[in-house]
Antibody
């Protein structure tokens, strides 16, 4: 059974760096084709993809946020970490991680974490 | 950047067929998938690779993708299908989501 859970601060101040951890079970990020992605959703708004990391350490980023994002993995701990710099109130959103069973053009997310609400406010 | 366009809302009567579209340039040349999201819940994958249903998704959910439009069809729509639906595709090594469609069953 695949599960994912996000953890990190619920409140960050403007200009600070956000660090979120996705801890998962039921699969290995060393399995060929597998990836973990981060997606966010501002309150009442649409899903927005942020980043994706694959089993082979290949990383993909949203073009509009690429300069602010870093995604890494720790295969031994079954964790994926996302950092986002220079946080702004418009970054207030629920941040979720999700499992991708296949790479690239076939990528989709078949298991999602419950998400964590991050509020950016001074 | 690549964009996927969905109608903001679709209404359907119980038992009828609901169709939700997702438009993008040459979308038919890519693979599309669909997620259902109910209030306060995480998205659930209902269609992947244009028309495949994950295990546990009812047969009334189907998908197609051709030309510039992918379509999610819900046959015999039930009240429990009322939710937001998002399409997603892959373009230029990035994931793209549509803006979402609120399906109302009334």
């Amino acid at each position: 059974q695949i599960t994912l859970k996000e953890s990190g601060p619920t409140l960050v101040k403007p200009t600070q760096t956000l660090t979120l951890t996705c801890t998962f079970s039921g699969f290995s990020l060393s399995t060929s084709g597998v990836g973990v992605g981060w997606i966010r959703q501002p309150p009442g708004k649409a899903l927005e993809w942020l980043a994706l990391i694959y089993w082979n350490d290949d990383k993909r980023y949203s073009p509009s946020l690429k300069s602010r994002l870093t995604i890494t993995k720790d295969t031994s701990k079954n964790q994926v970490v996302l950092t986002m710099t220079n946080m702004d109130p418009v970054d207030t959103a629920t941040y979720s991680c999700a499992h991708s069973p296949v790479a690239d053009t076939l990528s989709h997310f078949d298991y999602w974490g419950q998400g964590t609400l991050v509020t950016v406010s001074s | 950047s690549y964009e996927l366009t969905q109608p903001p809302s679709v209404s359907v009567s119980p038992g009828q067929t609901a169709s939700i579209t997702c438009s993008g340039d040459k979308l038919g040349n890519k693979y599309a998938c669909w997620y259902q999201q109910k209030p306060g819940q995480s998205p659930v994958l209902v269609i992947y690779r244009d028309s495949k249903r994950p295990s546990g998704i009812p047969e009334r959910f189907s998908g197609s993708n051709s030309g510039n439009t992918a379509t999610l069809t819900i046959s015999g729509t039930q009240a429990m299908d009322e939710a937001d639906y998002y399409c997603q595709a892959w373009d230029s090594s990035t994931v793209v989501f549509g803006g979402g469609t609120k399906l109302t069953v009334l």
